[in-house]
């Protein structure tokens, strides 16, 4: 079984003790046999039904995108079919439209095909019958992926992990290049997400300094990142000491200043020690136009000035620039 990446691990607690533990062996007697077994098993999707051509405007892959509402997971996806041979992936991706509006965009990617084939066609893993599990991040693969052949296209599922999905095809897809864009859709202007309170974990006086955000990590976009709310809150301690969250405001950006955002938190050198409160935290999720991703970043826009990658990133020094986008004012 492949090593799991930091963010992916989990806990495994077993369903008929109360024990927690962390993932690794365990064994067990049934009936007076032994067995064997990590809380984990392979798995492999059934095949997926070819079909005519790839279509970025399924219910669904639309329902992905955060616009409609759909009752099925995904339908279609699946393994590749024996005998299936792709020579070009489309991508199903969002991107700027005029006037604020959000497109869908049929991407045709063309390069070395066969090794993000190898790549993304490989056993996922989940939990087996005597364990369950509880997850620290969240991780979104792509909406919607197609391997085109001569037959047809088949819509390709992302392999999984216990916690979330595989980061080896990232770097297979990336390195595809463009050949052709086309848009299918027009969504409008999508509004504002809803933002809820929460705590948000800014030390009072650490630093924490900024260390190089990880690579082809799937749930942490590098480059480009869609379209997303920013949520704006007030701040205030709590009994037990936590920075709450409160008051929030919803605002939409574009994919163009979200990914200005991205580039300017990551590149943005580490952030000094600190005890001053910000009574102003910004928060914005971070995904890919193809719907992936699945982290967050976090900025104070007072006090520290502060900007937080989660996934083991640290602290960086929040810009003028970059607080200049959160609020709107860039």
């Known amino acids: ?55 970025c405007t399924e ?69 087996d019958k005597n364990t369950s599990v509880s997850c620290a991040f969240g991780v979104d693969a792509p909406v919607a992926i197609w391997l085109v052949s001569d037959a047809g296209a088949i819509r390709v599922a992302w392999p999984r992990v216990v916690c979330g999905f595989r980061d080896e095809p990232l770097a297979a897809l990336e390195a595809l290049t463009e050949i052709r864009r086309t848009q299918v859709g027009d969504l409008g202007v999508i509004a504002a997400g809803i933002c809820r309170g929460s705590s948000v974990g800014f030390a009072r006086t650490d630093g924490g300094g900024s260390r190089p955000v990880r690579e082809r990590l799937l749930r942490f976009p590098t480059r480009t990142v869609a379209g997303a709310t920013v949520c704006t809150y007030r701040t205030s301690r709590s009994s037990t000491g936590d920075l709450r969250l409160s008051g929030a405001e919803a605002r939409r950006v574009t994919g163009a200043i979200a990914s200005r955002l991205l580039a300017a938190s990551i590149s943005a050198p580490g952030a000094s020690d600190c005890d001053t409160d910000a009574t102003e935290v910004a928060v914005m999720p971070l995904r890919r136009p193809d719907g992936s991703g699945g982290a967050t970043l976090t900025v104070e826009t007072d006090g520290c000035r502060r900007i937080s990658l989660d996934g083991g990133a640290g602290y960086r020094a929040a810009s003028g620039e970059v607080t200049a986008l959160l609020r709107g004012e860039s």
């Not at 963010?7 to 062996?25: E, G, I, K, P």
């Open 1 to 55: 079984m492949a090593e799991r990446s930091d963010d992916d691990r989990a806990v495994l607690t077993t369903r008929t003790t109360s024990a927690t533990v962390m993932v690794t062996a365990m064994v067990a007697l049934s009936a007076g046999c032994g067995w064997f077994s990590d809380g984990t098993e392979s798995y492999r999707p059934p095949d997926a039904p070819i079909s005519s051509r790839a279509s």
């Open 59 to 127: 219910p669904d892959i639309l329902a992905g995108f955060g616009v409609t509402a759909s009752d099925d997971l995904r339908p279609g996806e699946g393994s590749v079919p024996d005998g299936f041979r792709a020579t070009t992936v489309v991508s199903c991706q969002t991107a700027d439209g005029p006037g604020g509006t959000t497109t869908v965009d049929e991407v045709e990617l063309a390069g070395d095909v066969d090794a993000f084939v190898r790549a993304v066609d490989r056993p996922s893993v989940r939990t």
